[in-house]
């Protein structure tokens, strides 16, 4: 979907993104005066979500990459979708899981992980906080990880709620040579549920370990969350459309407390306006210089 859609859609909630066409249109994008703040913060906080993983092949959520076949992703991110398909939805999560699984960290993601190790050199702490589930964060080194909505290597059982990581790939025989996201639904076979994966508990079926569209985040998880969000003196929100609730919620809440927020984006997402900086442009380009970790 073209900028100019996305804007215009975004246009329709009462908002619009600021478009940056060159970097030096963009405002706050003050380096030296970023890297000042980030030397004197303390307890920093950074907020990705799928733009971080972007330059590392995997498609973001509602850009062009945010649909498998003719489904949208946000529709199968449903337990719905998954109650009324599971086969379907497990086509798609291992189509996730084989992009995932076979992608590398960009430098956005090792920035963060340096950075990690240099607060904590110098008694300070870089927690991220993630809406992403490919994992990439803890593949970088980074070790601080909240993942807010799950994770692609993990699975939980639909009974007895036994939790595995699983990287296996495919998860299951049936699954083997599935979830082409060019082919049609109608041209394949459905997959009988006894042949979806199961639990090694109790023989049951397991689903993907991920918060979907109306599902509770994990209570201790969100608790943390909150907890960083309250206690940082610095905040960065990277790659995301920041319009999924409650992590939409968290940069905002921080620039109310009157602590500096920087963005990293390729555009100006409406909730950033009173962020104190915006770094336009990829930011497996941006993080690195802003961070001064290359
Ligand atoms: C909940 C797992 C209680 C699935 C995901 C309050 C108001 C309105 C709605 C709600 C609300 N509270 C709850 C809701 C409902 C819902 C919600 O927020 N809906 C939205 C769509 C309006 N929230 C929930 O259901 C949450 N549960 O709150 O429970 C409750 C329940 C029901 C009702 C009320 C309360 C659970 C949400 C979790 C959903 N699961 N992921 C999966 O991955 O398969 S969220 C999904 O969206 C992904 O995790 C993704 O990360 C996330 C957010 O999207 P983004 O990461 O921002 O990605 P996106 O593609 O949108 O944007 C990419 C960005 O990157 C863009 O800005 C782009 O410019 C930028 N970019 C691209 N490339 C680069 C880049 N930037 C820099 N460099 C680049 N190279
Ligand atoms: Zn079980």
Partial sequence: MAFSAVSSKLGLLGQTTKLCTTMSKCKYSDYAQFSKILAESKNIIALTGAGVSAESGIPVFRGPGGF??????????????????????????????????NCQPNPAHIALAELEKNCSANGKTLHVITQNVDGLHIVAGSQNVLELHGSLRKVICTKCKHIDVNIDQPICKALEGRGDPNLKDANLPIIPNEELP???????????????????????????????????????VIGTSSVVYPAAMFAPLVAERGKPVAEFNLNQEP????????????????????????
Wanted: aromatic residues 14%; positive net charge; proline residues 5%.
């Fill in 198 to 236: 199961k639990c090694k508990k109790c023989n049951s079926l397991v689903r993907p370990y991920i918060v979907w569209f109306g599902e509770n985040l994990d209570a201790k998880v969100l608790h943390k969350a909150k907890e960083l969000v309250e206690n940082c003196d610095l905040c960065m």
């Fill in 271 to 294: 909730a950033s306006n009173d962020f104190s900086f915006h770094f336009c442009g990829p930011c497996g380009e941006t993080l690195p210089k802003a961070l001064q970790v290359n």
């Fill in 68 to 101: 498998w076949r003719t489904h949208r992703a946000t529709d199968l991110a449903t337990p719905q979708a998954f109650r009324a398909n599971p086969a379907l939805v497990w086509e798609f999560y291992h189509y996730r899981r084989t992009v995932a699984f």
